[in-house]
């Protein structure tokens, strides 16, 4: 088969005789209001004749649960200084060493529970963050002013907590 080669015809490239847009123009996107961080006073407490979960409700419950997270991590660190220079197991008396293994015992228990409330807290810092805080995890209902005062990681109404407290026993008992 003998080879063709195809030739490819130039074809010219007609102008538009349109007008151009100048391009001194350049429209700009609107600005995004950056709002300033909300201030409130040591003294604030959050009131039920508010919006609930508004701005100052967040930035409430966001000092509450730093503050108190940092005095956990405070007193954790203390305790663990003060356990590590306080080491009694070598006494003589078998009934010195006994007591001083429970006080350690007990001690690293008050510890771990403190850890485990700190990750709580750091939980609902992320919750407050994803504008989630404040609402049931289960309902999505609110659980209230006065029951986050008196527990500010609380994830549940009294109702789905009572629920939740519930199936736990239940399931404990299988």
Same mark, same amino acid.
């Given at each position: 088969m003998p080879k063709t080669s195809k030739l490819k015809k130039k074809t010219p490239k007609i102008k538009s005789?349109?007008?151009s847009k100048p391009k001194s123009k350049i429209i700009s996107k609107p600005k995004e209001i950056v709002k300033a961080p909300i201030k409130i006073s040591k003294n604030y407490i959050p009131k039920d004749n508010e919006?609930?979960?508004c701005e100052k409700h967040k930035v409430?419950?966001?000092?509450k649960l730093q503050e108190w997270r940092k005095e956990l991590v405070k007193a954790n660190n203390q305790a663990l200084y003060n356990g +590590?220079? =306080?080491?009694?197991?070598? +006494?003589? =008396?078998i009934v010195d060493q006994a007591s001083?293994?429970?006080d350690k015992n007990v001690e690293m228990k008050a510890i771990n529970r403190q850890i485990k409330l700190i990750s709580e807290i750091d939980k609902a810092l992320a919750r407050i963050r994803e504008d989630t805080y404040?609402?049931?995890?289960?309902t999505a209902e609110p659980i209230g002013l006065r029951r986050l005062m008196a527990r500010p990681v609380a994830k549940y109404t009294i109702a789905a907590q009572e629920k939740h407290e519930k199936d736990e026993k239940v399931h404990a008992d299988d």
């Open positions: 005789k349109t007008k919006k609930y979960m409430f419950f966001r000092m +590590s220079m =306080d080491d009694n197991s070598i +006494s003589a =008396d001083s293994y429970t404040g609402y049931c995890l289960d």
